[in-house]
Nanobody
């Protein structure tokens, strides 16, 4: 069992930066891949990025590539999402999720059994 808590959301102007954190409980956190997803009002939940359990592989949606960076510190049970050059279309509730899955499923939100409560990110134009 893994419990996840996101933090770091807020209001930022376009072009600005935010850093989200996902704090996990559980001794076996290092066995789980972690993904970030987001959901804007009236839209489906979409994949943003994911990182392998060891942290040596990361994957990004095309819409955030070269702007967002995911990292993890297994010793601290945390995963971070650095978001730069934010755009109004990045506005959404951001969720972290954990799962013991292979890389082919990283972008599939239904493959993740453990989710945080979400944190709001609002980018003003």
């Amino acid at each position: 069992q893994v419990r996840l808590v996101e933090s770091g959301g807020g209001l930022v102007q376009a072009g600005g930066s935010l850093r989200l954190s996902c704090a996990a409980s559980g001794r076996t956190f290092s066995a789980y891949a972690v993904g970030w997803f987001r959901q804007a009002p009236g839209k489906e939940r979409e994949f943003v990025t994911a990182i392998s359990n060891s942290g040596d592989r990361a994957y990004y949606a095309d819409s955030v590539k070269d702007r967002f960076t995911i990292s993890r510190a297994n010793a601290e049970n945390t995963v971070s999402l650095q978001m730069n050059s934010l755009k109004p279309e990045d506005t959404a509730v951001y969720y972290c999720a954990a799962s013991r899955i292979g890389e082919s499923l990283y972008s599939t939100h239904r493959a993740y059994p453990y989710w945080g409560q979400g944190t709001q990110v609002t980018v003003s134009s």
